[in-house]
């Protein structure tokens, strides 16, 4: 593995790239570290309030940044496949992170479409949104597609023929480590499938660890800051980081050249902080059987099946 300084980043001048959830948390420290090269970053959220001050924030830190944004709403299919649009018209796609993802509820909601909100932002959002935007990664020589994963796909329990747990009391962590567990089977299965196709796309999964707003540093303001003390802060630093180095893994994932497709870019120190290193998949992620009947039931949710050319 070459040496990487998450603070040197390789240039990327002339290179598009596209974060979901680059208004706040993790997507927003992607987006800073991505601009820093040079690229273009285009934020994809679904608040266009908090994503003018993320840009302000961002222009302000670095005015020669180069940023977009697009409206984005993963609960919406119609939002998703007008931002497919947008990103289509793009005339370059270098990298598309999935970095949005709904954390845990406190009460059931649905999504536009009639999913439990959770899965339905999470895993299919994503889904559809993968299927409507990879003929324009396909235009693009050496494009990404990185997934945002989650540590807590070891906790999960994934049952295709519940994923929205009807008929059960509304637990949503569960629901949770489900629909991040979906989302990384997912894009391992879109790897195979690319590769089958000997299509020029890689999909890539990367996870931030342990990431706290509480560790990262001011942003403001685009983000919150309320800094632990140090009586918290420091023992919270022994497992865990800012979500600026939750970041890392997501933005090698997106440009190392030696970043190959079908494999999970996490922290060094037991996976929840630390430099961004490849990690070795155990064999939860490796289930094939399990990954088809997940996509297969997205594609049937959504209507839309992510097709290779
Ligand atoms: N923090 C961690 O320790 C940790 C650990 C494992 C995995 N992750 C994953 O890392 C990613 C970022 O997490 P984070 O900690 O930065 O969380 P966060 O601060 O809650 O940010 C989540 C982002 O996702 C966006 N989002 C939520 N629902 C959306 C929707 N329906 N459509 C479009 N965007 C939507 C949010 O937009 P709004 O600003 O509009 O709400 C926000 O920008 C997530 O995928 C999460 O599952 C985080």
Not at 62 to 91: K, V
Not at 114 to 143: C, H, K, M, Y
């Amino acid at each position: 593995m070459t040496t990487w300084n998450p603070a040197r980043l390789p240039r990327q001048d002339n290179r598009t790239f596209v974060v979901t959830g680059g208004g706040a948390g993790i997507g927003f420290f992607i987006a800073e570290q991505l601009a820093s090269t040079g690229a273009e970053v285009i934020l994809a959220t679904r608040s266009e309030e908090r994503a003018t001050r993320a840009l302000e924030t961002l222009a302000a830190r670095d005015p020669q940044a180069r940023l977009g944004f697009i409206r984005l709403d993963l609960a919406d299919p119609a939002s998703i496949e007008s931002a497919a649009a947008e990103i289509g018209a793009l005339p370059r796609l270098d990298a598309l992170v999935l970095n949005a993802g709904l954390k845990p509820q406190t009460e059931h909601h649905t999504s536009v479409a009639g999913d439990e909100l959770v899965f339905g932002t999470n895993q299919l959002g994503n889904f559809a949104l993968i299927a409507r935007t990879l003929p324009a990664l396909e235009r693009t020589p050496g494009s990404r597609l990185v997934t945002m994963g989650s540590l807590g796909y070891t906790l999960a329990r994934l049952d295709p023929s519940d994923v929205d747990h009807v008929g059960r009391p509304y637990r949503s962590l569960p629901l949770y480590t489900a629909s991040k567990y979906a989302q990384m089977l997912t894009a391992f299965e879109l790897d195979r499938r690319l590769r089958a196709a000997t299509s020029p796309v890689a999909s890539v999964v990367a996870h931030p660890g342990v990431a706290m707003d509480q560790l990262a540093p001011d942003r403001r303001p685009a983000l919150p800051y309320v800094p632990w003390p140090a009586y918290r802060a420091i023992p919270a630093r022994l497992f865990s980081q800012g979500k600026d180095a939750g970041a890392w893994p997501a933005v090698r994932a997106t440009l190392d050249p030696t970043v190959n497709g079908g494999e999970m870019w996490g922290p060094r120190f037991l996976s929840s902080r630390g430099a961004p290193v490849r990690e070795r998949l155990p064999r939860k992620l490796r289930t094939l059987e399990l990954a088809r009947e997940i996509w297969d039931l997205s594609v049937s949710r959504t209507g839309l099946d992510p097709q290779p050319r």
